[in-house]
């Protein structure tokens, strides 16, 4: 009798173990990839995910017969890419704990059906509104460059077309944010937030914005970078006092921001050899530079370049005589991280008193600001 007992209290143990699995099975946080790509070479297929701005590989499998298949789990959705090794394809889609299928074609596999992600849904909800929002811009810009092509462009029609262009950006920049404030809780709206409104819109705009993320999402790397970016234009921001450096100048010296701050007005000017933009605005500050820095004027050039022969032939090729640094590393500069700098050309005005007194002046807006300083 007492051996029926106990064999009767551990068939009840099993079950309740059994059903405790079961559960937690259900309960258990995970994604499954499956693709079927018709006409599709059998191949390495590659899952990979953004670190540090460097997509890298978090899993592969062998794609046999067309279809291949990844498993997996992340804490928030997050954006991943499929990597197809032959043909060099590639598939960017949102990945988040569910059932994910993606079916297509190998001629065009980037048009792949994806079905099973709500973030997915939500970027392709977005990207269809503003397409259809991007239209009018596009209509202006064929008939600018059609006016300006059979020479019927005049400058009344100039202007009125270049207010227009003004007015439709602004609608579509609009739509955006309205569409990320209706979608709080989404890492999709973090994700149009930091590629497309962070640098267009306002820093109380964008405060407003981040603030208004739910705590869902606030371990989302876009989240976190977007709290990054607002720390940094805090400590930017026009009245913050200029954070000192030092860095190798052409001859390897170690030179320190301070040294030529505290009397002029002095430029914090990043810059590269390989930039485009920046070249074309050397002479202009090369002009700007003869003409106001006997009156107070100076810049200081921090280059983001990776060729050292690169950095000096540009600047002797542009004539830019004022004090240059560089530590030859692109943008792992950690000058440009501490200010900031997320494209180039980039600058900040600096007064004597050591505050930020205007970013990003070029051209006419920073000739203006130094003829009102300086004059």
Known sequence: MLLKTKTS??????????????????????????????????????LKTMVD?????????????????????VEVPDLFAIDFKLKGDRIILFVENSEILITGNAE???????????????????????????????????????AAMDGSLTPEMEEQLRNEYMTESETLADSAVKFVKENPNSVVSAYITLTQLANQISFEELEGIVNGFSKEISESPFVIALKEKLELELKTAEGQAFMEFSHPDKDGN????????????????FWAGWCG??????????????????????????????????????????????NHVSDISGWENSIAKMYGVQSIPANFLISPEGKIIAKNLRGEELAQKLAELLN
């Open 254 to 269: 170690s030179v320190s921001f301070s040294s030529v701050t505290g009397k002029n007005y002095v430029l914090l000017d």
């Open 277 to 322: 933009p920046c070249r074309k605005e050397n002479p202009n500050l090369v002009k700007l530079y003869n003409e106001y820095n006997a009156k107070g004027f100076d810049i200081f050039g921090v280059s983001l370049d990776r060729d050292r022969k690169e950095w000096l032939d540009a600047i002797e090729a542009d004539g830019l005589t004022w």
């Open 53 to 73: 701005k460097e997509l890298i590989i978090k899993d592969s499998t062998m794609m046999e017969s067309g279809k291949f298949a990844f498993k997996g789990s």
């Open 108 to 146: 065009n596999i980037v048009a792949s059906e994806i079905k099973g992600s709500k973030a997915q849904d939500l970027l392709l909800e977005f990207n269809a509104l503003q397409e259809e929002l991007a239209k009018p811009l596009m209509d202006i810009q064929y008939k600018f460059q059609s």
């Open 9 to 46: 209290n551990m068939k009840k143990l099993i079950l309740i173990m059994g059903v405790a699995l079961l559960a937690f099975s259900c309960t258990t946080k995970s994604y499954k990839i499956h693709g079927i790509i018709e006409n599709a070479t059998d191949q390495m297929v590659y």
